[in-house]
């Protein structure tokens, strides 16, 4: 019954009504009404989630088993190491302030941004997340960090891009300069976080820090730069970068857990030890991690699925920054982009 001008006003109205529809599932979420982890995904982030085989995480696991060889079971091997590299706190402050304007810099090299963008940084705690950002509009973000736990010194990159540049900050700079000040779609003045935007909003936020510091750029930064100002030993930083490469390898085991955590098929406790063997943290951050399922359900696809998406567009062609700036502005949503791939 929509009487379409064009074609941008029918995909306009396309990306509306998927809106809506993420929207009608995230309604039957919250009305305790019976609702699968994978018709959520499906019907709030337009995407179809894979079932994961667990145990093809296993040799993954002993790589990391004899990266950090010990006593204790490989989850405590990995939290004590990481947190040798924790930033003590009365260098926090400036740790995270350099990481953001390495950020923001290797960003701004390839984006013009808006014109008095900024952010308000807050060190918060009582969290299910470590970073947030509340986008307040006018072209400026509230970031939050959360210090539950110690901030290890890879994190301040990771929080720097994912929640600033070019991640959240950016796409909201970008959403609001391009879409509703420039075309005037009022109703990206408001984006559900529970909406079809969740992988792209997630997969920019993680793929912005491999494409801020591509190849070894953010080790190197970090060994030179960080390590040092946080009075931190620079020849841990091989090690710490192959565990990464390693762990980054386990995200999608979460969502398997995630899954049959929700669908009923896991009790609490079940899940715990589960996300505790594949999340590679303490006892008590592993529990924070359940506390995110809990509270944010099936919105976990969205960093790892996200990722991939995200990082299967911008690699598909010849501009990666042009690329991931199309991702940032169009708006895309999962289905546009494996359709889009597709027809390449």
Same mark, same amino acid.
């Given at each position: 019954?929509?009487?379409?001008?064009?074609?941008?006003?029918?995909?306009?109205? @396309?990306?509306?009504?998927?809106?809506?529809?993420?929207?009608?599932?995230?309604f039957?979420?919250?009305?305790?009404?019976?609702?699968?982890?994978?018709?959520?995904?499906?019907?709030? +982030?337009?995407?179809? $989630?894979?079932?994961y085989?667990?145990?093809?995480?296993?040799?993954?696991?002993?790589?990391?088993?004899?990266?950090?060889?010990?006593?204790?079971?490989?989850?405590?091997?990995?939290?004590?190491?990481?947190?040798?590299?924790?930033?003590?706190?009365?260098?926090?402050?400036?740790?995270?302030?350099?990481?953001?304007?390495?950020?923001?810099?290797?960003?701004?090299?390839?984006?013009?941004?808006?014109?008095?963008?900024?952010?308000? =940084?807050?060190?918060?705690?009582?969290?299910?997340?470590?970073?947030?950002?509340? +986008?307040?509009?006018?072209?400026?973000?509230?970031?939050? @960090?959360?210090?539950?736990?110690?901030?290890?010194?890879?994190?301040?990159?990771?929080?720097?891009?994912?929640?600033?540049? $070019?991640?959240?900050?950016?796409?909201?700079?970008?959403?609001?300069?391009?879409?509703?000040?420039?075309?005037?779609?009022?109703? +990206?003045?408001?984006?559900?976080l529970?909406?079809?935007?969740?992988?792209?909003?997630?997969?920019?936020?993680?793929?912005?820090?491999?494409?801020?510091?591509?190849?070894?750029?953010?080790?190197?930064?970090?060994?030179?730069?960080l390590?040092?100002?946080?009075?931190?030993?620079?020849?841990?930083?091989?090690?710490?970068?192959?565990?990464?490469?390693?762990?980054?390898?386990?995200?999608?085991a979460?969502?398997?857990?995630?899954?049959?955590?929700l669908?009923g098929?896991?009790?609490?406790?079940?899940?715990?030890?589960?996300?505790?063997? +594949?999340?590679?943290?303490?006892?008590?951050?592993?529990?924070?991690? =359940?506390?995110?399922?809990?509270?944010?359900?099936a919105?976990?696809?969205?960093?790892? =699925?996200?990722?991939?998406?995200?990082?299967?567009?911008?690699?598909?062609?010849?501009?990666?920054?042009?690329?991931?700036?199309?991702?940032?502005?169009?708006?895309?949503?999962?289905?546009?982009?494996?359709?889009?791939?597709?027809?390449?």
């Amino acid at each position: 019954d929509l009487e379409l001008n064009d074609e941008g006003e029918s995909f306009r109205a @396309i990306q509306l009504l998927k809106t809506l529809r993420g929207l009608a599932v995230r309604f039957n979420v919250v009305a305790g009404k019976p609702v699968s982890f994978d018709e959520e995904v499906a019907g709030i +982030y337009d995407v179809q $989630p894979p079932v994961y085989d667990l145990s093809e995480y296993d040799a993954v696991l002993a790589e990391i088993d004899a990266l950090l060889p010990g006593e204790g079971s490989i989850a405590e091997r990995v939290d004590a190491f990481r947190n040798s590299l924790a930033v003590p706190e009365d260098k926090l402050q400036a740790v995270i302030d350099r990481a953001i304007a390495e950020c923001r810099a290797r960003t701004a090299a390839h984006f013009e941004l808006p014109k008095g963008e900024s952010f308000r =940084m807050e060190f918060v705690k009582d969290k299910p997340w470590s970073g947030y950002n509340y +986008y307040q509009g006018g072209f400026e973000s509230l970031i939050q @960090i959360n210090t539950d736990f110690p901030l290890i010194i890879d994190r301040a990159v990771d929080l720097g891009c994912h929640e600033g540049y $070019p991640g959240h900050h950016v796409w909201n700079l970008f959403m609001e300069q391009e879409l509703v000040n420039s075309r005037g779609w009022i109703e +990206y003045t408001v984006v559900p976080l529970f909406s079809p935007f969740g992988p792209i909003a997630e997969g920019s936020g993680n793929y912005g820090i491999e494409l801020a510091f591509p190849g070894p750029e953010k080790i190197d930064f970090e060994r030179e730069v960080l390590f040092p100002m946080a009075g931190l030993d620079p020849a841990l930083a091989d090690t710490l970068d192959a565990l990464n490469a390693l762990t980054g390898k386990l995200t999608h085991a979460t969502n398997e857990v995630s899954r049959r955590y929700l669908d009923g098929e896991l009790s609490r406790e079940e899940a715990l030890v589960m996300m505790q063997k +594949y999340y590679l943290a303490s006892a008590e951050k592993s529990a924070q991690r =359940m506390r995110f399922v809990d509270t944010y359900r099936a919105y976990v696809i969205n960093y790892n =699925m996200g990722l991939d998406i995200v990082r299967a567009y911008v690699e598909a062609g010849d501009d990666p920054w042009g690329r991931f700036k199309r991702i940032l502005t169009a708006p895309l949503t999962a289905s546009d982009i494996a359709e889009e791939l597709a027809a390449d």
